[in-house]
Nanobody, 125 residues
Framework: QVHLVESGGGSVQSGLSLLLSCAAS??????MAWFRQAPGKEREGVAS???????DYADSVKGRFTISQDNAKNTLYLQMNSLEPEDTAMYYC?????????????????????WGQGTQVTVST
């Protein structure tokens, strides 16, 4: 079992920044990712990072968000800069171990079996 706990969400004004953290414990994973879900919308991938450090981003956040991991602390981060009202959502941390490549970058919800409880991010104008 993998246990994930997100933190760092909050309410900020447009243009400002937030740093989300996800503390992980348990078995093992080779891919971690951030997803978000706005009210009335499907959960969508934001960013993912493979065990070798390769990261991928949704087009909507490229150049503004940065995903990183501290393997010594088993912690995943999402630095969110230049936040926009459209970034308002519940943000979830996810983890999984699968063989092969490519699946991590695709950020499909169904590819991940371990999820945190989420942390709310609200961006106002």
């Amino acid at each position: 079992q993998v246990h994930l706990v997100e933190s760092g969400g909050g309410s900020v004004q447009s243009g400002l920044s937030l740093l989300l953290s996800c503390a992980a414990s348990g078995y093992s994973w080779n891919c971690m990712a951030w997803f978000r879900q706005a009210p009335g919308k499907e959960r969508e991938g934001v960013a993912s990072i493979y065990y070798n450090g390769k990261s991928d981003y949704a087009d909507s956040v490229k150049g503004r968000f940065t995903i990183s991991q501290d393997n010594a602390k088993n912690t995943l981060y999402l630095q969110m800069n230049s936040l926009e009202p459209e970034d308002t959502a519940m943000y979830y941390c996810a983890a999984e171990w699968r063989s092969g490549g490519g699946w991590c970058a695709n950020q499909e919800v169904t590819s991940f079996g371990y999820w945190g409880q989420g942390t709310q991010v609200t961006v106002s104008t």
